[in-house]
């Protein structure tokens, strides 16, 4: 089975940047892609951004420009640098991917945005 683990959420002020980290470990296999979902108060889950094996990444409309998402494969990290911060960002973000046929999420970190 495999564990992720989110870090660096916080409070940050409107226009600020934040950087999310996910480190996976156990029995990784055949991971394809891994990626970053959030939920606000009273909303569904939704995906935020994924990066795929090969490299390539694709966001969700409401990010892009914004939002980058990068892989260290060799620490089986991926990273979320979240820039120009807004209110409508404030949620729970999660990690996600697939490993061996079965899915895993990290316990999600808090980000909220607020003057």
């Known amino acids: 089975q495999v564990q992720l683990v989110e870090s660096g959420g916080g409070l940050v002020q409107p226009g600020g940047s934040l950087r999310l980290s996910c480190a996976a470990s156990?029995?990784?296999?055949?991971?394809?892609?891994m990626g970053w979902y959030r939920q606000a108060p009273g909303k569904q889950r939704e995906l935020v951004a994924i990066i795929i094996s090969g490299g390539g990444t694709n966001y969700a409309d409401s990010v892009k420009g914004r939002f980058t998402i990068s892989r260290d494969n060799a620490k089986n990290m991926v990273d979320l640098q979240m820039n120009s911060l807004k209110p409508e960002d404030t949620a729970v973000y999660y990690c996600?991917?697939?490993?061996?046929?079965?899915?895993?999420w990290g316990q999600g970190t808090q980000v909220t945005v607020s003057s």
């Open positions: 996600h991917t697939v490993s061996g046929g079965r899915i895993y």
């Open positions: 156990g029995s990784i296999f055949s991971i394809v892609a």
